[in-house]
């Protein structure tokens, strides 16, 4: 007990970052704590966000972000070497290293391809599911969303006949389209 104690009471930042001088009026903002389990990268970008009129203070960055770590994280940083960060940079590259198990990694374009609606599902099932695959695909592949969208309903579906009679250019109106025929299917 009394080395684990010993540990944690030591500083794994430089004595640069150690030193620094905090804001007077300083007031912590809230943080989502990081509990080990999600993307590293989304972490570190909520913390940035909220830390942003911040950013410039190297020394307020590294002293803060450990008030956003839930247990599993906080042993991790408590079991860094004593002087071993010296930026804000290099904490979270240690940061994503230790925790690059739990990122976040993007679907290729295929698994949006092979989704078809299912036979006794409703359009909000279908639709729920295709939607939650699209954000987890990255880049720009609007145009073949919407024609995959498409021709993942069945033929004689009323929203894939309206959609080959007047199609959608954007995902924002393929999503308009979408949550009118739900409506019309929900009555």
């Known amino acids: ?8 009471s030591k500083s794994p930042f430089m004595r640069r970052i150690e030193s620094g001088k905090l ?13 080990g389990r999600t993307d590293p990268l989304e972490h570190v970008s ?3 966000q909220r830390m942003a009129v911040h ?25 860094l070497k004593e002087g071993f960060i010296d930026s804000f940079k290099e ?23 092979s989704m078809a609606m299912q036979e006794g599902k409703t359009l909000k099932t279908c639709s729920d599911r ?15 969303a919407i024609r995959t969208f498409k021709v993942s309903l069945p033929v004689e579906h009323d929203l894939r006949k309206s959609l ?15 949550d009118e025929y739900k409506r019309v299917e929900e009555d």
């Open 1 to 8: 007990m009394s080395r684990a104690l010993n540990q944690i």
């Open 23 to 35: 804001p007077r009026r300083f007031t912590q903002p809230t943080f989502t704590m990081y509990n």
């Open 46 to 48: 909520h913390f940035n």
């Open 55 to 79: 950013f410039k203070s190297e020394a307020l960055m590294c002293k803060v972000f450990p008030s956003s770590l839930g247990s599993m994280a906080m042993r991790w940083f408590n079991d």
């Open 91 to 113: 904490l979270n590259r240690e940061f994503g290293a230790r925790f690059m198990t739990c990122s976040r990694i993007s679907r290729p374009l295929d698994s949006l391809l």
């Open 130 to 144: 295709y939607k939650e695959m699209f954000n987890e695909i990255d880049g720009d592949f609007n145009d073949v």
């Open 164 to 178: 080959t009679k007047k199609p959608v250019k954007s995902m924002r109106r393929l999503m308009d389209r979408i």
